[in-house]
């Protein structure tokens, strides 16, 4: 079946614009995850929603960055007033949360993000 | 101290080699455990639960030492195609005793098989 997709796959933004990430995770999966790669580091964790209950946010790195998932499915990660040490690769994931798999996530393809 | 431990490598073998890669880890919380692979600007990709008793796919053998917070992955009969960051992970259980969704990464281990 179809796995997680993420739009765009590259974007470069100038220092000061707004950016928004799309991740649609895959199908019948409750729990999205978003994380981010900087050059040569290892993934960090941004945001994390399961189902309806309230996404946890702690992994946010400054009020800049926001994060909504509508109906459940799509998820739209927002940068605003982008800083060059915003430029990363961010990576979607989702899983399922019941059944013997629950919690083994799969990622998306990631969006490289340049802040110049 | 980092919540997950690897030895960075470089990990350099020739094909058809048995490698093994260690991982430790900081929190006795941490529920569930997992090994990924990470190819060169690609998306990091679940290789293979990590199970208490241990588990074996393939070439793939993962075992988990609970007392000493400790993960191993062993890579039998190296193929080129195996050449990757292999990245430890795990994510902790909340209050509940559930495991939570947020994973913790380690920084991976770099292996290059060469013909």
């Known amino acids: 079946g179809a796995g997680v997709s993420q739009s765009p796959s590259n974007k470069v933004t100038e220092k000061g614009k707004d950016v928004e990430l799309r991740c649609d995770p895959i199908?019948?999966?409750?729990?999205l995850y978003w994380y981010r790669q900087s050059l040569g580091q290892g993934l960090e964790f941004l945001i994390y929603?399961?189902?309806?209950?309230?996404?946890?946010k702690s992994g946010l790195p400054s009020d800049r960055f926001s994060a909504e998932r509508t109906g459940g499915s799509v998820s739209t990660l927002t940068i605003q007033r982008t800083q060059q040490e915003d430029s990363a690769v961010y990576l979607c994931?989702?899983?399922?949360?019941?059944?013997?798999?629950?919690?083994?996530?799969?990622f998306g393809p990631g969006t490289r993000l340049t802040v110049t | 101290r980092k919540e997950v431990e690897q030895d960075p490598g470089p990990f350099n073998v020739p094909e058809g080699a048995t490698v093994a890669f260690n991982c430790t880890y900081s929190?006795?919380?941490?529920?569930?455990f997992f090994w990924y692979r990470q190819d060169c600007r690609k998306e990091p990709k679940l290789l293979m639960s990590?199970?208490?008793s241990g588990n074996e796919d393939g070439r793939f053998t993962a075992q988990l030492n609970r007392a000493s917070q400790y993960i191993s992955l062993l890579i039998r009969d190296s193929k080129l195609s195996d050449s990757a960051t292999y990245l430890c992970?795990?994510?902790?259980?909340?209050?509940?005793?559930?495991?939570?969704?947020?994973?913790?990464f380690g920084q991976g281990t770099i292996l290059t098989v060469h013909p």
């Open positions: 199908s019948g999966h409750t729990a």
């Open positions: 929190n006795s919380a941490s529920q569930s």
């Open positions: 994931a989702s899983s399922a949360t019941s059944g013997v798999t629950s919690y083994e996530q799969y």
């Open positions: 992970v795990l994510n902790l259980a909340n209050a509940g005793g559930t495991s939570y969704g947020k994973l913790t």
């Open positions: 929603f399961q189902g309806n209950s309230a996404p946890d």
């Open positions: 990590v199970y208490s």
